[in-house]
């Protein structure tokens, strides 16, 4: 009688795993294709008092390799505008907004460059990161903040962030939380 009780608590905790794994990989793709409305707000990953980099000010420069091993500086964009966008693939807010910053770079990449730099620190490595990006098939710049120096330096407290830069460097405005294609557009009248 024992036997056959645990034998149906095993199965119940396995059909329990299964179930939860199954819902977890339900809730990535609802999420990458924007239809998840509870992750509207973003993600906080430190103590949400910091203000981050403020309007006015300089964007500051820094250097990373990208997921496709170039070398990215932001310096080397003056003179363009720029959405610098702080995500990472664990975020469902940062999934949220990634397909409609995909169809914003295809439609205005002459306009603004789209970069998505990854808080690869909080990552569980690099490889999560190229299935995530391969798998939706992004397209825009993906510099990876493997020890979180460019995350500190702008002060990212929730993820997604996007920092909307101008062609002089400076930077316009800044968001917390999940942007959609109509608010990208906005921004960009804003800030050209």
């Known amino acids: 009688m024992k036997r056959n009780i645990f034998g149906i608590l095993v199965l119940v905790i396995l059909a329990g795993v299964m179930i939860a794994g199954f819902m977890n990989s339900k809730s990535d793709e609802t999420s ?12 906080g990953i430190v103590a949400p008092d910091q203000t ?3 309007a006015g000010e300089t964007a500051p420069d ?3 390799e990208t997921l496709s091993g170039e070398t990215f500086r932001l310096s080397d964009l003056r003179g363009k505008a720029v959405f610098l966008n702080f995500w990472a693939s664990w975020c469902g807010p940062c999934k949220k907004e990634m397909p409609d910053m995909q169809q914003f770079h ?13 808080l690869t620190g909080s990552e569980m490595g690099v490889g999560k990161v190229r299935n995530y990006i391969d798998k939706f098939g992004y397209t825009y710049p993906i510099p990876l903040d493997k020890k979180s120096k460019v995350q500190e330096m702008y002060d990212v407290t929730v993820v997604p962030t996007t920092y909307f830069i101008g062609p002089d460097g400076e930077v316009m405005e800044s968001k917390r939380g999940p942007m959609t294609y ?4 906005d921004m960009l009248k804003k800030i050209k």
Do not use: P, Y
């Not at 205005?108 to 730099?117: P, Q």
């Open 62 to 64: 820094f250097e990373l």
């Open 182 to 185: 109509d608010f990208m557009l």
């Open 32 to 43: 990458s294709s924007g239809e998840n409305e509870n992750d509207s707000q973003g993600a």
């Open 106 to 118: 295809e439609k205005h990449k002459n306009d603004v460059e789209v970069i998505a730099v990854n």
């Open 52 to 54: 981050g980099v403020e």
